[in-house]
């Protein structure tokens, strides 16, 4: 009989739900779950219940990212002698010392690395014009610069919204991961390095800067549609403007136009 795979879950949100129920379909051998519960979620559901119903692990195997620090939860990580670590929208980075605690660790980031390392990628493809897809690499100590497995390019058309290319990203990176997951864990793709000429970068403190509408500035009409786009989700915060000291939020909806 095949030994089967030792794997730690850093699952979150819905995508991460849809791949743990993969994962249990798959009979995968998962022995951990790590949570970050300090982190706001953005979405109106919280998906970490549904990801520690579908395992029912004890709960000494289910870990409080920010009580990892704490020796005696480290050292249960480490005994757990895990053979993959995989991370779907998990909002910390794993230090070294975590990622020391497995064979291998693999990250699923929703853009076609290395272009949108970081946060927000959606968004910013929207705005940089730059590809967005769902790739899936190793982690290193860095953000999402770890060698490339494989990964699935997606091409806006110029009515997508952030959301909508969100959730075009998130169908790829599901796809993606059923597709290659089982080569993946037979060691049967060799990862590549990301050609860092290529490379594009964002904080959250990106973001959060981006959106303000100056009524008094020239823009260009693509770049305000482009911005009005990229700010257009219903879990996040608009376009906005302010007029007679009110400020004022813009979303938009956008269609082909069919006589």
Partial sequence: MEKKNKIVLFFDYHLGF???????????????????NKTKVPFSEDYKNKIKNLFKLQKYNIFEWSELNKKKNFE?????????????NFPKILNQKIISCAKNSI??????????????????????????????????????????????KIVPSFIDTAESTYLKCNDAAYDLF??????????????????NNLKTFHLSKDFKK??????NKKYKAKDLINLLRAKTFKSFDSAYFFHKNKKIEVRVKLNFYNK
């Fill in 210 to 215: 981006l959106g303000y509408i100056n009524l």
């Fill in 107 to 152: 990250n699923l980031h929703l853009s076609y690395l290395p272009f949108n390392r970081g946060k927000n990628p959606n968004v910013w493809s929207i705005i940089e014009s730059t590809p967005c897809g769902a790739t899936i690499h190793k982690i290193d100590e860095k953000i999402d610069t770890g060698k490339i497995y494989v990964r699935k």
């Fill in 18 to 36: 849809k791949l743990a129920k993969f994962l249990k379909y798959k009979k995968e051998n998962v022995v951990g779950l790590v949570f970050d």
């Fill in 76 to 88: 249960k990580l480490k005994k757990l002698n895990s053979d993959f670590f995989i991370c779907v």
């Fill in 178 to 195: 059923k597709k290659y997951w089982d080569k993946i864990k037979k060691n049967k793709i060799q990862p590549i390095k990301q050609n």
